[in-house]
């Protein structure tokens, strides 16, 4: 098949899509064996639509238009084409116009049966996308104005048009080049595209469970009996070619033969069946899919091609899927009551979503849920997720009016760079709480750079949820801690904690693990301690904590939690309870969910209860529920990451740093002339190509030479003038001061000449010698940059210099880095403080820095065949000289064109080709 492919045939875009209506397509590039495509196409094109697309009555197509249409060089013409079963229903075009090569013509046509679909839109978004890797930097449409559709198409588009018009026809002239307008129009169109095709999953007007089972010990047994005793409001039909009757209820031999359209079918049948039932139910119209089936991608060899072909039954149809091995999913809102797992227990309804990609901890989750009293709103065992992710769940749960928070259980990410784009969008108004499992073996791999050495995978997905506002946390119990809070209670807007208790013990626990975590307990004023003393023993402690003693009960802890969540001092306020009885246990928790009725106000409120179990049923009955933990520790941890969520929330998004396109023109002459002497397998930069790149990005470095002999050497150190440093090049000195490859501050002929002898006696087989312009003073820093294979570049910045491995004070973010994650890099490292000039030192420049950072990132984005980067040290000078990058290492490798990162994100689609 690959052989016969036309000559630049891009087939990383081959790809799954989902239109607004819900449907799935699949779009590819056009090729000339679509010419049978295109002559039924046209013959499907009603006469309004023909003429709109020729301006002209038309009601043949040529021969030689139809190898014009089809014969493109897929760089100055282009076209994407959408199939449905093997039918093509539009396409999208682009002609680079000659005298202006920067412009090409855009055209569209779309099947009418399927006009209203958004396939316009999704063509579109492909079209600017591969323009723009193409040099192209703008379109321009002809449209008659009565084409009202393909007019709205541009105008809702985002981008900027230009508009003329002439004898009838609008001349649309836009740039490619994405806005804010443009993405989020598109995101607009994802969100309601993936939620549409999800509904058949979460809202199902008919269900049929294939391989349902009178055996109530059989996974298709129990399954069955939870979506029929729970209540679901629609049309159950058990699927056995083995029974007449599931449960009471008429069983029918397969799918085809249900009397009616079927929206959901879960697939519970052995593993070399399930090919055959995905078939039967795509022949039905079956809509969506959940299979619980396993022995797929999970055991490898044939049963991960089992599981390719199931996908490819799946896309082909149109229909969604869930798993396969999965334990199914559940709704528990009222109007649809569909508790379509296996698990023996159904929660109580609530506002928070779950996603779990474990089967088993999914269980394990409902069960913890459920003897908690936490509500959930919908639970998807994601499986496999050979179809449907997180990415495609978070999405419809954005605008799910039963879903405040989403919960996710996450061991593998499929599109690192999508979630990140979805989940900074979606946690602004809805918070985000994973558990990533994996932490330790993830990273492990051989490195040859201290930044390769430090960076990890684990790394990566914190960088990823701290810069896309997701709320990490260790275990399934910290994520029900953490959501409870969320989901319950209004997100603190400052870290001011107060603390009630009748026991002084736990106060301090709860103070400790506040202030640890960077929380405040301020002192309460004299007003506000004067008001609490009125109505508290004299022996009490009105400061903060506030301490009622043991005999505090109802009555003290009503006031005084009143009058705390009215002074306007605090943030949130945490009361503690120990019982010292079952009644006064519940009396207080009457108190405090009293207190809680009688405030409106954005002071959050959590609680704690050591030893009591009625309180939880006390505390979850008010209009606001107060959540409540076993020890105060808990609720301080659950606290803390609700502020930093807030915080994430106040923060400002930031504006990536993109340099100048004779820059970026200079540095892709370097890196593509480097690749072509290194092969395909790439390698380690010369040092002087690695100097060219970092003055393109506006990087200072020191004046450097190479030299290959020792009286090159002198003249190079008199050419440079001053102090040199001399450091060998060689393969096998990749960290050279570990090898004694370097000789700092050398002046005069003696000592240039005993520092060549050294630093090449320090290897078997030296390449040369740099000599280099000595660089006095300053702080050493690192900064870095490794290429994660699912997350992309991951950038780390800290203390440099030899100790750097050692003493690992660094900070990591996933490019691209913004003017706001610079400052917020730098200033979470310990060794921070030098740069401000700790005890009398010379302080650094710090602006500076701020830039380089940000100046690394947009090489980094120039580049996106870096593997590795390794500036270490960088000198941080004295405030006003900047910072100088005194070593440098940049290793690259060609990137196969479905790995580029115009690739890793395309909005609305569903996968990519196998890679």
Known sequence: MDQQLPPGYPSEYELDVVLRDGGGARVRPIRPDDAAHVRAFFERLGPESRYNRFFRVKNTLEEAEVRHFTTVDYRDR??????????????????????????????????DAHQGRGLGTRLLGLLTTYARSNDVSSFRAYVLGENRQMLRLFKNSGYELTRTIDSGVFTVDFPVEESDESRAAQA?????????????????????????????DSIGGKLFNNILFEGFEGPLYPVNPNAKVVRSVKAYPSIGEVPDKVDLAYVVVPQRFVLDVARECAEAGVRALVVISAGFSEVGGQGAKDEEELLAIVRNSGMRMVGPNCMGLLNTAPSVRLNGTFAPVYPPRGNVAMSSQSGALGIAILDYATQNNIGISQFVSVGNKADVSANDLILAWEDDPETDVITLYVESFGSPTKFSRIARRIGKSKPIVAVKSGRTGAGSRAASSHTGALASSDQAVNALFRQAGVVRVDTIEELFETASLLANQPIPKGKRVGIVTNAGGPGILAAD???????????LSETLQSQIHQHVPAEASTRNPVDLIAS?????????????????????????????SQEGAEGVAQALSDAQSDYDGPVTLLSVFMGSEGAGRVLGQGSRVIPTYLFPEAAAHALARAVRHGEWREREVGTEFILDPDARQAIREIVEGALQTLGPEGGWLDPEEVDGLLEAAGLRIPETMVVEDVESALGASKNIGGPVVLKVISEDALHKSDVGGVALDVNG???????????????????????????PGGHEVLVGMAHDPNFGPLVVFGLGGVYVELLQDVSFRLHPITDVDAPEMIRETKSYKLLEGYRNTPAGDVPALEKALQQVSGLIDAVPEMVEMDLNPVK???????????????????????NQPIMRDLPGVTSNPPV
């Open 78 to 111: 282009m076209a994407f084409i959408v199939l449905v079963d093997d039918e093509m229903i539009a396409v999208g075009r682009y002609d680079r116009d000659r005298d202006q090569p920067a412009v090409a013509e855009v055209a569209f046509a779309v099947e």
């Open 188 to 216: 607009e169109h994802e969100k309601r595209s993936i939620a549409a095709s999800l509904g058949p999953l979460f809202v199902p007007r008919s269900i049929a469970v294939i391989g349902a089972s009178n055996d109530p």
């Open 513 to 523: 693990a506040l202030e640890a975590r960077g929380l405040v307990l301020p002192e």
């Open 552 to 580: 505090g009960g109802p009555a003290e802890f009503k006031v005084v939690t009143d009058l705390l969540l009215e002074s306007g001092e605090l943030d949130a306020v945490i009361a503690i309870y120990v019982p010292t």
């Open 749 to 775: 002929e003696t000592e240039v000449r005993a520092a060549y002898e050294q630093v090449t006696s320090a290897v078997s087989d030296p390449d040369g010698v740099m000599i280099q312009e000595f660089v």
């Open 876 to 898: 941080v000078l004295e405030p006003g000289h900047g910072v100088c990058v005194v070593d440098a290492r940049i290793r690259v490798a060609p990137v196969a064109p479905e």
